[in-house]
T-cell receptor, first 113, second 115 residues
């Protein structure tokens, strides 16, 4: 069974631009969570989607948004990029519930110049 | 959970020795805990998990111990190998009621295996 895939793997953007990242969960998984990883803050939860609905949200500004499609694939968008948004963005999928194991993708490395 | 600082603590062990990685979690209501391993350039990889109704769980070469009294989690790796070198994170699911999935990660610890 294929793992979680994320595209693109690397992105370079400039301040003020917006970016969309994509995540395809493991087949059969319906929950998709997004995390931001930086050297200073570590791994931080962004949001979680299940059945096309945002089910939980972390403490990030409204510039960070996401959505989930009927096939469970998910995208996250960051608008008006700031230098501090440079990070590794990780997507994790799980079957359905909070106590199901979450499996991570390789991440998208975003650099904001 | 706590954020990872610029300088992660490092555990250096000799190849073949046993490793013990410790983690303190924050929420006494958390009922599910996971250990992840992250190698350079990769996403976190699931190692082993444990639910709060257990105090020990064993996998292949790994054992997780949970002490709810002091909110402490540990990962034991038997016969540590060079391939075990990575950053290790503990995570707690602190949304035990309902279906909200939210992992809070502890500070990462770098495991370095000496040949």
């Amino acid at each position: 069974k294929a793992g979680v895939t994320q595209t693109p793997r690397y992105l370079i953007k400039t301040r003020g631009q917006q970016v969309t990242l994509s995540c395809s969960p493991i087949s059969g998984h319906r929950s998709v969570s997004w995390y931001q990883q930086t050297p200073g803050q570590g791994l931080q939860f962004l949001f979680e989607y299940f059945s096309e609905t945002q089910r939980n949200k972390g403490n990030f500004p409204g510039r960070f948004s996401g959505r989930q499609f009927s096939n469970s694939r998910s995208e996250m968008n960051v608008s008006t990029l700031e230098l501090g948004d440079s990070a590794l963005y990780l997507c994790a999928s799980s079957l359905a519930y909070s106590t199901d194991t979450q499996y991570f993708g390789p991440g998208t490395r975003l650099t904001v110049l | 959970g706590e954020s990872v600082g610029l300088h992660l603590p490092t555990l250096s062990v000799q190849e073949g020795d046993n490793s013990i990685i410790n983690c303190a979690y924050s929420n006494s209501a958390s009922d599910y805990f996971i250990w992840y391993k992250q190698e350079s350039g990769k996403g976190p990889q699931f190692i082993i998990d444990i639910r709060s109704n257990m105090d020990k769980r064993q996998g292949q070469r790994v054992t997780v111990l949970l002490n709810k009294t002091v909110k402490h989690l540990s990962l034991q790796i038997a016969a540590t190998q060079p391939g075990d070198s990575a950053v290790y994170f503990c995570a707690e699911n602190n949304a035990p009621t309902g279906a909200n999935s939210k992992l809070t990660f502890g500070k990462g610890i770098t495991l370095s295996v000496r040949p």
